[in-house]
């Protein structure tokens, strides 16, 4: 579902609301006016399903009407006397956890919202395939992010973005050097290189991740620092660094001396500083 | 010593050549083009020298074999846990160990004599060896294996009259491929160890130390790479002459700098239309003198009138050196540029992620594929899609600079080449998203060599100036807002920001700091026909949740308000900037959006429609050119100097 198609959605359903009119009386405080009792909290759902609501109202409560939200999945028609029986289809491309809540109206541009309840919508397909939005991530940096996004191939033939499915699995061969949260955001946690796995039903991807050692000192860009970058240095011993950007003036004198050598050698990333 | 050679009788010699000789017959296919492809080998210092006649510490094994074509990428069998070294037959050799030279002319020939064999690795460079030469008295040798993980070899010279020296270490030497190379200087993001403020930076000894070699570069008029190659025998102050030829047919010396590229003065050395000539230097710590230059990449991978690019994924220049020596010698060394279209990047608009591309075909295609002619990435904000375009921009965990960037490593370590620029193309919103970031201090920097990472924009409907239909729901009352809001749609910054006069676009459309800053771009406006009008507002007229959307009691609400538009945004604001008029399209009847309840009847700028009320594709041929994402690849076909097609627009 796309920008302004979720807009008119909620509008030209919500319409109706406004047209009737009854004030709220009664309501307790303390205890919510209106709930959804069915489904509840987890239930799993299709896409595509056209989901049966049930919502019920405190004791000496009225609504000009009730009606149901979904998120990502607009608005239930509206019901205007109990029992709150309302039904909602659930988009056929909305995977993963949606929030429903019901609302009463009290007045023309008034109401009371629902706890909200949460369900899944998960495809009854098996997956043939992922893709990933990327094979590879070479991060700048320690902390940098980046998103996962995975579309499923199904067996029906359908193609769906799965990347917050409740289904699919996401894990790193190696914390230390990227960690994923649930919902596909790889986050660079040290130096290194590892994989990111992800798994949904009986098929995987994966994408490698790299995160960078710290740059200084690998000045021939081979992603280590050693005797070749020593080397670098010593090359050119007692003369004027290039400016700021000279990656050889360690300790940002100006100089390219014995102390940037002796500063590159306490970064070597091999013991001795050897080349490997 | 011993144990090495007990591993290299001569009879196993024979065996390998002759388990190889199979594996060499398909590993080296022969290939359109045969390219004289020299490898050169520097070993370590010996060690000791049992026989004497050697410094020990100063005298070491170098030279080169050249190949009729380039050693395949993995060859051997990479990937495995004992590749094995393929024989290889050189048509010529030169080795020394620093006291007697072996060479073709002089090595004693029989079937397993002179003896060649490597494995490379997938970039090509030799990783394994056994080279074995001899001539009537004397026997050079070089070996390197991985045994069981560990990388060890040996040299040793065996004597006779020789330098009968050895070297026992696993520290053995190691091989460069000796022709035209090309240094990507910007080897990743965060590691831009050869540019500067300046550019290039012209250090030799960085310069010839750099291993981020690369096969070519993205057209974006931006990225630059170091040419450099090995004047191997060579001496300091040979002249060294650089050509750039064309990729037509025959091949003939570039006349257009904008279309093939150009050199960029470096060390030394004045350019001279499709030549430069430079002084060979011999850098602290190299073996041999090298030069070089930079060469610049094209302004667009389309040419003017060029019938082939339209179609094609890559095509190729050529680099020729002519090294012209002190001492009268000359050799020629070749190198191909393989010239890439920069990559593509989808930017979404408010409300939205990823997928709403998905049936943008014939560019974006199912299952994650994309017209083979580009490379395509989507940018997605979808947990910041209502927020203001500044925080969206701004974002830790959905940054676009930090996903360009690493679609920007994907592309170039998928083509090996050079890349600094993106071609945009963005809907709605995703417009505004991309002239903010070119706000932003990340847009300019030393590692796009401060020309920002937009080579081409591409807009469809976006609100450039704002929608007037944004500020009426800006200012609908709480439960319009409320009701969108649980429905997962926030009226929120996004929302403020694409109001008419909002602080967001006196930003991007007002006076900017830099006055040099511009973006070259296209506007593709969509405007909805009679017909799509009065759909939509015969079904928002039953709208009463939120009555101020369009003005009450208007007959033609959609036109009232907003003129010709998409239903969304007019047409004034989505070519807003766009001057000439050649620089911004109209293309109708084409909605911004569609939906199954308001806006029905497509189709929309994202090439769909509704079909028994679910978001369809546009069934229009692929090959018709009236539809957006044909019109699209027409743009990204479209060359950057056609200004009567791009428009220069603030940022």
């Known amino acids: 579902m796309n920008d302004w198609s979720k807009i008119s959605r909620g509008i030209y359903r919500a319409a109706p609301i406004l047209a009737m009119v009854i004030l709220t009386s009664g309501v307790t405080l303390g205890d919510p006016p209106i709930t959804i009792t069915s489904p509840t909290n987890g239930t799993k759902v299709t896409p595509g399903e056209t989901l049966t609501i049930q919502v019920s109202t405190a004791p000496g409560t009225s609504f000009l009407a009730v009606q149901v939200i979904g998120e990502n999945m607009g608005f239930a028609p509206p019901v205007s006397a109990p029992p709150y029986t309302c039904t909602l289809t659930v988009p056929s491309d909305v995977i993963g956890s949606r929030k429903l809540t019901a609302l009463g109206l009290t007045s023309p541009g008034n109401g009371v919202f629902s706890p909200s309840v949460t369900i899944d919508s998960e495809t009854a397909a098996t997956a043939t395939a992922l893709f990933l939005n990327i094979s590879q991530i070479s991060f700048q940096r320690l902390g940098q992010q980046m998103p996962l996004n995975v579309t499923g191939s199904f067996d029906d033939g359908s193609s769906l973005d799965i990347t917050g499915s409740s289904l699919i699995s996401y894990n790193s061969a190696d914390s230390t050097v990227a960690i994923v949260d649930g919902n596909g955001l790889v986050t660079g946690a040290g130096p290194g290189k590892t994989t990111v796995n992800v798994k949904y039903g009986n098929v995987s991807a994966q994408v490698q991740v790299s995160v960078p050692n710290s740059i200084r000192g690998d000045l021939n860009g081979d992603g280590r620092v050693d005797k070749d970058d020593l080397n670098i240095i010593l090359a050119a011993l007692n003369t004027f660094s290039t400016g700021p950007h000279d990656a050889r003036d360690l300790n940002g004198d100006g100089i390219i001396n014995a102390l940037d050598a002796r500063i590159l050698v306490t970064l070597c990333t091999s013991q001795g500083c050897a080349t490997h | 010593m011993v144990e090495i050679k007990r591993n290299r009788k001569p009879g196993l010699y024979v065996l390998r050549a002759f388990l190889v000789s199979s594996l060499f017959a398909i590993g080296l296919a022969p290939v359109a083009i045969a390219q004289n492809t020299t490898y050169v080998y520097s070993g370590k210092p010996f060690t000791g020298c049992p026989s004497g006649g050697c410094s020990p510490g100063a005298t070491k094994i170098t030279g080169s074999f050249t190949v009729a074509e380039p050693l395949p990428k993995g060859l051997g069998g990479q990937g495995t846990s004992f590749p094995l070294q393929v024989r290889i037959f050189p048509v010529s050799f030169s080795f020394t160990d620093g006291i007697n030279i072996f060479t073709n002319t002089n090595a004693f020939q029989c079937s397993i004599c002179p003896f060649f064999e490597v494995t490379t690795d997938l970039e090509g460079q030799i990783n394994t060896w056994s080279v074995t030469i001899q001539t009537a008295t004397e026997e050079i040798d070089t070996f390197a294996t991985f045994d069981f993980g560990h990388f060890q070899g040996n040299d040793d010279s065996t004597p006779s009259t020789g330098c009968g020296c050895a070297s026992f270490n696993s520290d053995a030497g190691s091989w460069m491929i000796e022709k035209v190379s090309l ?14 403020d300046h550019g290039v930076v012209n250090l030799p000894v960085l310069l010839a130390a750099s291993k981020q070699t690369v096969e070519g570069v993205a057209a974006d008029g931006t990225t630059q790479v170091v040419v450099r190659i090995v004047d191997s025998g060579g001496m300091e102050g040979d002249q060294v002459t650089f050509t750039l030829f064309n990729d037509q047919t025959p091949r003939t010396a570039s006349n257009s700098g904008s279309e093939d590229g150009y050199f960029i003065s470096l060390l030394d050395g004045t350019v001279s239309g499709n030549r430069i000539t430079v002084t060979a230097v011999k850098p602290a710590g190299s073996l041999e003198p090298m030069a070089f230059t930079v060469y610049h990449a094209p302004l667009d991978f389309a040419r003017s009138g060029n019938q082939r690019d339209p179609d094609a994924r890559d095509r190729a220049v050529t680099i020729q050196a002519d090294i012209l020596g002190r001492n009268g010698t000359s050799q020629t060394q070749m190198g191909e540029v393989s010239i890439v279209r920069p990559p593509v990047a989808l930017i979404h608009g408010i409300w939205s992620d990823r997928t709403t591309w998905d049936l943008f075909a014939p560019l974006v295609l199912p299952k994650e594929q994309y017209d083979p002619r580009f490379q395509v990435f989507r940018v997605d904000y979808r947990r910041h899609h209502a927020d203001h375009v500044d925080s969206i921009v701004k974002s830790d965990d959905e940054s676009p600079f930090d996903q360009l960037a690493s679609y920007l490593s994907e592309f170039k370590a998928r083509l090996n080449v050079a890349a600094v620029q993106f071609d945009f193309v963005v809907h709605s919103m995703g417009g505004l998203v991309t002239r903010d970031m070119a706000l932003d201090p990340r847009f300019r920097e030393v590692r796009n060599y401060n020309q920002g990472i937009v080579h081409k924009l591409l807009t469809m409907g976006t609100p450039h100036n704002g929608s007037p239909l944004v500020n009426n729901l800006n200012q609908s009352n709480a439960a319009c807002k409320a009701a969108l809001g649980l429905a997962g749609d926030n009226v929120a910054g996004a929302v403020q920001d694409l109001s008419v006069g909002s602080s967001f676009l006196l930003k991007v459309n007002g006076p900017q700091l830099s006055t040099t800053l511009r973006l070259r771009a296209h506007a593709i406006v969509g405007i909805a026909d009679l017909n799509q ?88 041929l692929t090959n018709d050119p009236t539809i957006d994402p044909n019109r699209v690849i027409n743009g990204l076909n479209t060359p950057i100097s056609d200004t009567s097609y791009w428009a220069d627009i603030k940022p």
């Open chain 2, 183 to 196: 240094i990507d200087p910007i080897p990743t993001f965060d590691n831009a160890s050869l540019v500067d």
């Open chain 2, 533 to 620: 009008e009065v759909s939509s507002e015969v079904r928002v007229a039953k709208v009463v949740l939120c009555p101020s959307i369009l003005p009450p009691g208007s007959s033609n609400g959609f036109h009232d308000l907003l003129g010709d538009s998409d239903l969304i945004v007019p047409h004034d604001s989505q070519s807003f900037g766009f001057l000439p008029a050649t620089t911004f399209e109209t293309i109708s009847p084409v909605i911004h959006t569609v939906d199954h309840i308001l806006f029905t009847v497509g189709p929309d700028e994202l090439n769909r429609i509704i079909v028994s009320g679910s978001v369809s594709l546009n069934p229009a």
